[in-house]
């Protein structure tokens, strides 16, 4: 872990969430964008994983997506999901790299909030070590809060990842007390020897803040970067994003 952890200090790692590309083909229920090739080009641009979130409602990735794109990414899969025994299966299956385990509401537009591991400590406990047995690093979606941290590294989960949708959100002095909160988050993090992702309403301006969070080793990015891809492409458009953050 702490290798993994000095590597980052020159080296974010850049993971593209593809979930937005899905929307779009769900909206009609076409086979167009092929997530397929929407991989191979963010890969082209300089992706160091994908993300995509296997929602309860099916919203956007599907089932077979998940299977589809295991055998084809080249990087690594980083799977987002509720902490359900339907999902739990799924992903001791399927075998990603990565889960990244968040709250999910169905009337949401967009992830809400981070999760609560102080909640459902021994729940997420048992998940973890599930996980880990099955080789799979666990990632937990979290706000940027000391109980929260204390409780990821107790319950065996090897990764944070910080939501930043608050700072996005935010503007002045409050952006700036948010931006204190993630950099304390960070070095706090690290301290118990948790690896630190962050992710969430993250564009190629915001992200500068964001990308110098002590540690950091990975952001996961996904709307700006396909809605910059309408104008350029999506190889391009995880390159300009990789570029910013490298
Ligand atoms: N990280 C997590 C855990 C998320 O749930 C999301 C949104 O799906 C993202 C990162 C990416 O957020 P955005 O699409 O706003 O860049």
Redesign the pocket.
């Known amino acids: 872990m702490t290798s993994v952890n000095s590597e980052s200090l020159n080296n974010i790692h850049l ?1 593209i ?1 593809i ?2 590309a899905a929307t779009i083909r769900e909206q009609r229920k076409t086979t167009y964008p092929n997530l397929v090739d929407i991989v191979a080009a963010a890969e082209r641009g300089g992706a160091d994983g994908i ?1 995509l ?1 296997l929602r309860e409602d099916r919203r956007h990735i599907q089932d077979a997506d998940v299977y589809d794109l295991k055998s084809i990414i080249k990087t690594k899969m980083n799977l ?1 999901m509720a902490a359900t025994e339907e999902m739990l299966a799924i992903a001791c299956k399927v075998k990603p790299e990565d889960v ?1 385990l ?1 709250p999910e509401k169905r009337e949401e537009l ?2 809400e909030g981070g999760l609560d591991v102080l909640a459902q400590k021994d729940r997420l406990a048992e998940m973890c070590s599930e996980f880990n047995a099955n080789g799979i690093r666990v ?1 937990m ?1 979290i706000e940027p809060a000391v109980d929260q941290i204390e409780a990821s590294a107790e319950v065996g989960a090897g990764v944070v ?1 910080l ?1 930043t ?1 608050k700072y ?1 959100e935010l503007g002045g002095a409050d952006r700036e007390k948010e931006l204190e909160r993630l950099y304390q988050a960070a070095s706090f993090a690290h301290s118990l020897g948790l690896i630190v ?1 962050a ?5 190629y301006e915001n992200v500068i803040a964001i990308k110098d969070l002590p540690h950091l080793y990975e952001l ?7 809605a910059r891809a309408l104008m350029v492409g999506v190889e391009s458009a995880v390159k300009e994003m990789k570029q910013i953050v490298e």
Not at 220 to 226: A, D, E, L, T, V
């Open positions: 993971g969430n979930d937005h993300t979130h987002e990244c968040v967009t992830t990632s979606f990842e939501h949708g996005a992702n992710g969430h309403g993250l564009e996961n990015i996904g709307h700006s970067i396909i």
